[in-house]
């Protein structure tokens, strides 16, 4: 085995990144697709929550990163809700 071996992220890692990268993605482009001019203030708070939560599964596995205990439920609810394109942002 690789000294780089140690350093390589696994497949379950990669793949929480990429969905972490991809909540981080809409919380960012949800503006610019559905305009912000009718969500609420907990609309908001929602996406600023995601973009949070996807930046935490991108470190999960890194030295001080995320683990799966730094998830609370809420944040977990968040994440099986956008895997399941069940996302509601509040609007008006």
Same mark, same amino acid.
């Given at each position: *085995? ?21 909540? *981080? ?52 609810? *968040? ?14």
């Amino acid at each position: *085995m690789s000294q780089l071996a140690y350093f390589e992220s696994t497949p379950e890692q990669k793949q929480l990144a990429a969905l972490g990268r991809d909540m *981080m993605d809409y919380s960012e482009n949800y503006g610019k697709e559905f305009g912000l001019k009718n969500v609420t203030d907990a609309g908001l708070t929602t996406l600023n929550e995601m973009s949070h939560v996807g930046y935490m599964l991108t470190t999960v596995g890194a030295a001080w990163g995320a683990s799966a205990q730094s998830f609370s439920a809420t944040e977990r609810k *968040m994440i099986v809700d956008f895997s399941n394109k069940q996302v509601d942002i509040e609007r008006k």
